[in-house]
């Protein structure tokens, strides 16, 4: 009985060494595990005690020094080092954990940060619009380019010489913040100074020296200071920092402003303006709004476009426009000229059709359009003129064979009606014989001649209400 007795004992004690060996054991690889999986680990064990050792009595026991935890290095499971951005971005990691911070890492092209760590698609938005004689151009907010229409001289800028219904990109822009389509070219302003223009170069419509047209964009010579550029028909002009103005091209009728009857493939300084604030060339003249809220006109004059009563019929330096004091913008047609005024009126002289008037006669002397107030922008086509109203709609006058009014019909109008379909436009440009609006949300609307493909719908049928441009 009594070997039974110590046989249960020493049973006992070996399998209370076993449970303890175990659990050690155990104990041991949770913490290996934990180490591997990217955590912290700090021990804070003390040497173990033998099971079959007795604890000296200590009645005041000292106490134990806390251990100086040690951090161990972290790798997140790509192999990113701990608070390192992961070349996957917006990964970070953190903790142990990949986790989004683009505010930290950014991240990859054509994405932008939103709310510190969201990648989301960068919009692309629609600054501007520029319509040409044939063609229309759009300038996106990551300053490129984008045109469709007529391309018999490249004036689309995309490498060839054919006509496209829908935009295509402008080869070799990306730091645009200014475009105007011209009547076979086009110009854009750079955000250093510079202006490039492709297109009919014929009578030097490029500025770079010569006379060869380019379907690619070409640096113009001698400009590194504009602030606005406006391409004209066959002439562009621009503003420069200083307030001067230069222009280069077509210079019949003297509407380069030099003084002379030439052209040149070169800018070549405006006489004795020092304070432009505006500059709007077109077919056969050109005006300019002064800072004092005058205007200053040059060119030809045979339907007294020019609007003084002392200029002669080709006017070769600019000479103030009678009885306009408080323009806040201008904006020159085939054969007449418009103003808006700070009163948000606008009045127009020159050839009696495009005068929104009313009257049958043409008129040196700037007179009230019918109808037009809260007029916000202007702007002319050869041969119409359209007014974006401060309500987001627009109002245009003049010609319209080709439904470049937008009121549905094909009916010439001497007086202002309003384009159908459009209530919150935010900027309007107009060809020849097309107009374009870009709006509110971003996208832009187009209406009248789509011989070329101009109004950028997929088509090349003319249109007399607006419709939207494709593949913006």
Known sequence: ????????????????????????????????????????????????????????????????????????VQKCTDGTPYSQCSTNKPKYCENGNLVNKCSVCGCSEGMSCRNDNICVKTDLQITQIGAGGGHTCALLNNGTIKCWGLNDFGQIGDGTKNNSNLPASVLGIDMAIGVSGGGWNTCALLNNGTIKC?????????????????????????????????????????????????????GSYGKLGDGRNLSSNVPVEVVGISDATQISPKSHHTCTRLS???????????????????????????????DINNASEVAVGNIHSCARLQDETVKCWGAVAQLGS?????????????????????????????????????KCWGQNEKGQLGDGTNTYRATPVEVKG???????????????????????????????????DGTNISRNTPVSVLGL
């Open 422 to 456: 459009i209530n919150n436009a935010v900027g309007i440009s107009l060809g020849d014989f097309h107009s374009c609006a870009r709006l509110q949300d971003e996208t832009v609307k187009c209406w009248g001649n789509n011989q070329y493909g101009q109004l950028g």
């Open 1 to 72: 009985m009594i070997g039974i007795v110590i046989a249960l004992v020493v049973a006992g004690l070996v399998a209370g060494g076993l449970y303890y060996y175990l659990s050690k054991q155990i104990q041991e690889a949770s913490e290996i595990v934990k180490k591997y999986s990217g955590e912290i680990i700090v021990s804070t064990s003390t040497p173990s005690q033998t099971s079959n050792s007795t604890p000296t009595p200590n009645p005041s026991p000292s106490p134990s020094p806390t251990p100086t935890p040690t951090p161990i």
């Open 198 to 250: 492709w297109g009919l170069n014929y009578y030097g419509a490029l500025g770079n020296g010569n006379n060869i047209d380019s379907s690619t964009p070409v640096s113009v010579l001698g400009i590194d200071s504009a602030v606005q550029i406006d391409a004209g028909c066959r002439h562009p002009c621009v503003i420069l920092s200083n307030n001067s103005i230069k222009c280069w091209g077509d």
């Open 292 to 322: 004092d809220g005058t205007i200053k006109c040059w060119g030809r004059n045979t339907d007294k476009q020019i609007g003084s009563t002392e200029a002669e019929l080709w006017q070769l330096t600019p000479i103030k426009v009678d």
């Open 358 to 394: 009313g009257r049958s006669d043409d008129s040196i002397e700037p007179l009230v359009v019918s109808g037009i107030n809260r007029a916000a922008e202007i702007k002319t086509g050869n041969w119409h003129t359209c007014v974006r109203i401060s309500d987001g709609t627009i």
